[in-house]
């Protein structure tokens, strides 16, 4: 994408020049303005290459690139202008002049275009995380998980860390951090598939009856009194099947 490129590097070009005169005796208000724009230019030029750079990072996972409209494209276009007209003619100028070139309308224009197509870009990829998430996430994915007796208690936990992961909205994500979540929710996703059946394979080992009757006490529902069979009974009835369990009667 060679125009936002353009962009940053002329924003960068404009930064420089301040830094020279800055370092002339100047009238302190000049200075402060002076500063202030610096600032915002570098913010700028540090939102624009941050999304530039890891959108390649992400198109290796699958991710499509921003589009750039064509309008877009010439906004982007006048605001190069605008800066490399203004980066050469503070070159030598008295520190107000200065002040006085970069407080213009077309810089302060320059600048809302690089601000607003910064947070354009950020916004999309934002956008192509979360669709990404959607795309990935296993069936199943918000059905309570259940303890069973004999289960890990920490593959559990790890397993309700993923439901939310996968569950939250990806928005307002700086560029590095959507490196970051987008791996998450590769791993993520994957790690759910291969580890949410072992907490049901603490289930095989009991009689089927046993096996329904864990399952529906599990439940906020709870097992109904039908479930207790005579095999339910005598799993019961062993103080260590038990330790963990706790009846609650409702009417």
Do not use: C
């Amino acid at each position: 994408m060679p125009t936002p490129e353009s962009l940053a590097s002329r924003a960068e070009g404009l930064l420089n020049r301040l830094a020279q005169v800055e370092a002339q005796e100047a009238d302190q208000q000049a200075r402060v303005e002076i500063e202030k724009i610096q600032l915002r230019a570098s913010r700028a030029r540090e939102d624009l290459e941050g999304a530039l750079r890891v959108i390649p990072v992400l198109a290796e996972s699958g991710l499509t690139q921003p589009a750039v409209r064509k309008a877009t494209s010439a906004d982007l276009g006048k605001a190069r202008t605008a800066l490399r007209t203004a980066a050469t003619a503070i070159v030598g100028a008295p520190i107000n002049d200065v002040a006085s070139r970069i407080r213009s309308q077309s810089v302060g224009s320059a600048l809302d275009t690089a601000d607003k197509f910064a947070r354009f870009l950020l916004g999309d990829l934002n956008r192509s995380v979360d669709m990404k998430r959607l795309q990935i996430r296993p069936d199943g994915i918000e059905d309570p998980i259940f303890v069973y007796p004999g289960a890990s208690e920490a593959l559990a936990a790890r397993l309700r860390w993923i439901q939310s992961l996968l569950g939250r909205k990806i928005e307002n994500l700086s560029p590095d951090d959507l490196v970051q979540r987008l791996q998450d929710i590769v791993s993520g996703a994957a790690s759910w598939t291969a580890d949410r059946p072992k907490l049901e394979q603490s289930l095989e080992r009991h009689h089927p009856e046993v096996s329904e009757f864990l399952r529906q006490a599990a439940t906020d529902q709870g097992a109904p009194w039908q479930l207790i069979t005579p095999a339910v009974r005598a799993w019961l009835s062993d103080p260590e099947n038990t330790v963990t369990l706790r009846i609650m009667l409702r009417s």
